[in-house]
Each structure stands twice: as structure tokens, then as C-alpha cells.
């Protein structure tokens, strides 16, 4: 993990600490620029593991054209500024995104919805778990090219 300073006024957080910080349910916001050249930037519930960020989107979305027409994003993922425990994680991201693999689609799905939801049961749950079974849904991995890594 390429952990870099983006703060002269911020410590640098462990590597430790930022995985702490991705195991909680603190949405990423992430950042892709559409075909006009505009930025877009949208909240996502994310998994971490094997040093990628994934993700589950509708296969036919918005995001989905952007990030295959433009296979780069930025993402932050932060707790907010209003308390002495503000820290989080920003960088820029190569993305690949998994079409038609229906097993990978449910199991990010499900992860994403446990760590967000704590369960993977309810109506919402059975919704987005139906969308991915259908191949309604495709994942998109992100790898982070370094984090930069603050708390104050």
C-alpha cells in the first residue's frame, strides 16, 4: 500500500489505519470525468480487500458508460470534518469493470450491504441482491495508484 502525505498540517495515517478506516461503513465519494469533459462525482458503498476498492453499479448506468468510456477516477473516502477524529483516504484509481460475472455481482453486492446495512436480508437487500442476480448489476474494481492519507 503507497501511503503518501496530502496535508502538511495532517499526520500520515498508518497503513493499519486505513484499513480500519475502510472496514467501516463510510461511504467512498467517487470522481470520473464524463465524455464532455465535465466532472462527476457520486457516493458509492464500497468493499476493500486484495488492495482494490469494488464496487456494484446498475451494468446499463450512467456511471457504468462513464467510467468504460474513461477508465480513470479519483476517490475520497473520509469521516467529515466536524470532530477531533477526522481522517480518510484520497487518490487517483485505474478502473475495470466486470461485466456478466453474476457471482462476483452477488458477492460484492452482499458484502456491501452487510457492512452498510448490517444484513443482507430486508426488502432493499432483496431488491439489489434480485438486481444482481439477473445481471442487472456489474462490479467495478478500482485500484488505487497510492493513498493519500490524513487525520487531524
Request: net charge positive.
Amino acid at each position: 500500500m503507497n501511503i503518501v502525505s496530502v496535508d502538511p498540517q495532517a499526520r500520515v495515517l498508518s497503513e493499519e489505519e486505513v484499513l480500519t478506516l475502510l472496514r467501516e461503513p463510510v461511504p467512498m465519494r467517487l470522481g470520473m470525468v464524463d465524455e464532455k469533459g465535465w466532472p462527476l462525482v457520486t457516493p458509492v458503498w464500497h468493499v476493500f480487500e486484495n488492495d482494490l476498492f469494488r464496487v456494484v453499479i446498475g451494468s446499463t448506468s450512467h456511471k457504468a458508460n462513464v467510467l468504460r468510456a474513461n477508465p480513470r477516477a479519483y476517490f475520497t473516502v473520509d469521516t467529515g470534518g466536524n470532530n477531533s477524529d477526522t481522517r480518510g483516504v484520497r487518490g487517483r484509481a485505474r478502473v475495470r469493470i466486470i461485466d456478466g460475472v453474476i457471482g462476483l455481482a452477488i458477492d460484492v453486492t452482499r458484502k456491501v450491504l452487510v457492512k452498510y446495512m448490517g444484513t443482507d436480508t430486508g426488502p432493499y437487500a432483496d431488491e439489489m441482491l434480485k438486481w444482481a442476480r439477473g445481471g442487472g448489476m456489474s462490479v467495478v474494481e478500482l485500484t488505487p495508484l497510492r493513498f493519500g492519507a490524513f487525520g487531524y
